[in-house]
């Protein structure tokens, strides 16, 4: 961490809004006008749409991150996590990777924490659940799904196979449904290789609260999106919650109970909890409340966007709904990121601030390879797509959207050879533990001896 008698502006969070934001700044930025820091336990942005992409397979995990010292090499980029904030002195606290805790002052501050997955108090799901918000559990998500097929085609015990090839998904959003169609794909894809495993031999389970899926593009194409899962054999259960899910026994409120150790979480977000310890203004579900400027309400030195940050949205306002909110997606949070940078500008140099104004322009889901819905505004038309062309559109719009040339060529570099080349089936499972083998290998005798001599007295005992 650099000392500097420049003003700092410092970015929490190194995400979409974290990187654009900070991104745009030092563009538009005077040489040695201020030291832009960005800090964020990940030294990586993680482009959310690809990781159901990247737990099929479909594209290398690497490349649906993007290094974040590469891509600012003009900024100071802390591997660490803001704990607090204290308004009044203008310093934050940082909790590096190793070591203490240490303060760091600010001038300026954008507020990019993102979302966490949003969870109830269901008995076992805090050990049985996995989320889908980060690259480790895409990766650990293609893992573990290849590797119950494994388990399956290797076990003599029917209540075990059964287990292992039932596959839960809960939350039927963007990330749900998309989850639960490209691994459906991929593993139905896999079955081709297992001797004892069938396509059909193979359970998955999508159950939402709601009365819909895919609400983010419409009812008419979130039907035909149930009803394309359904012919897949994917069981669709709506208007249905789960009640627990103890060691993988799954019990859902409408009576059905099954037996799965694959329970993916995927049923909303909520703005990152460490907001608490900022020392802002928080709207009712947490956010930072944020002006249409996105600045933070009552401040002029602090901005926010993105997930964690409630703004208004002007376009439904002046449609006549007063309580029109910004959604938490990627396409508010990139458009957010670009005018927050430009405030950050002005704001330092005295400045107006112009506000935040976007018409949605759509939505694009992929189902698995050469399936999707896409919705498309174009004035006051709706233009919906399905199918292949729909998938074509996913493909093109997220393919342009990832950040940087580097990691959009990698991408149309993986779809590309994925065409003539077979789906990687391997499951990396060992990944998640590298040193055990070699571990048990290397462990000196004396380490070894207690607990055999334990195991052989409580034997004798
Ligand atoms: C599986 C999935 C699929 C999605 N698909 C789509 C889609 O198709 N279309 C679409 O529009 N949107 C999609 N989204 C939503 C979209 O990705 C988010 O809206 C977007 O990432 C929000 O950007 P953000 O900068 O607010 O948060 P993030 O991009 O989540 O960034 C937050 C950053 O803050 C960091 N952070 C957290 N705590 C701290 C701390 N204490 N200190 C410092 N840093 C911290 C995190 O590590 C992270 O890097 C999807 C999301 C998911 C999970």
Redesign the pocket.
């Known amino acids: 961490m650099s000392t500097t008698e420049r003003p700092r502006i410092l970015v ?8 654009y934001a900070a991104r745009r700044i030092l563009k538009k930025m005077r040489y040695g006008e201020a030291t832009v820091t960005v ?4 030294s990586y ?8 992409e990247a737990a099929a397979g479909s594209i290398s995990p690497r490349h649906v991150v993007v290094p974040l010292r590469r891509v600012l090499p003009k900024a100071e980029v802390l591997t ?4 607090t904030i204290d308004q009044d002195r203008k310093v934050a606290v940082i909790a590096p990777l190793v070591g203490e805790a240490y303060e760091l002052p600010f001038d300026y501050l954008v507020v ?5 997955s949003r969870t109830f108090p269901i008995p076992g799901l805090a050990e049985q659940g996995i989320g ?3 690259v480790e559990e ?1 990766i650990g998500l293609r893992n573990h799904v290849l590797e119950q097929l494994d388990k399956a085609d290797s076990t003599t015990d029917e209540n075990v196979r059964r287990k292992a090839l039932t596959f839960v998904f809960v939350g039927g959003g ?2 749900g449904a ?2 639960v169609g490209e691994v459906e794909d991929m593993a139905r894809d896999a079955a081709k290789y297992y001797t004892n495993v069938k396509r059909e031999d193979m359970r998955f389970v999508l159950v939402d609260v709601a009365d819909k899926i895919l609400p ?1 593009v419409g009812p008419e194409l979130g039907t035909w999106g149930r009803e394309h899962l359904e012919k897949r054999g994917v069981e669709v259960y709506l208007k249905t919650s789960m009640e627990s899910c103890v060691d993988g026994h799954v019990v859902l409120n409408n009576g059905l109970e099954v037996d799965s150790n694959t329970i993916v979480w ?1 049923a909303g ?1 909520k703005p ?1 909890p ?1 907001l608490a310890r900022f020392g802002l203004p928080l709207g009712p579900r947490g956010h930072v409340d944020t002006a249409a400027t996105l600045q933070v309400q009552g401040t002029d030195h602090i901005w926010a ?5 409630q703004v208004p949205d002007l376009v439904g306002r002046a449609a006549g709904n007063p309580n029109a909110w910004c959604p ?6 990139l458009r957010q ?1 670009k005018i927050l940078g430009d405030n950050v500008i002005s704001g330092m140099r005295g400045f107006p601030q112009q506000e935040y104004k976007h018409a949605n322009k759509g ?3 992929g189902l698995g390879l050469h399936k999707g819905v896409a919705m498309i505004v174009v004035g006051k038309a709706k233009i919906k797509l399905r199918g292949r062309l729909a998938w074509y559109m ?1 493909r093109g719009y ?1 393919g342009l959207a990832v950040p940087t040339w580097n990691r959009k060529i990698r991408v149309f570099a993986d779809w590309a050879l994925a065409t003539f080349l077979k789906r990687e089936v391997v499951s990396l499972g060992a990944m998640e533990n590298p040193r055990e083998e070699f571990y048990e290998a290397a462990r000196p005798v004396a380490a070894a001896a207690p607990a055999g001599a334990k195991s052989e007295k409580a034997k004798a005992g």
């Open positions: 929490v969070g190194g995400g979409y809004v974290g990187l800090v964020d336990p990940r942005m993680t482009y959310q749409p690809f990781l159901p660490g996590r803001v704990s990019a924490l993102g979302a966490v889908m918000k980060g895409a963007f990330a998309e989850t983010e995927t977000v990152n460490a966007a993105g997930d964690n940050a938490p997606n990627a396409q508010h949070a990121a939505a694009v889901a996913h997220h």
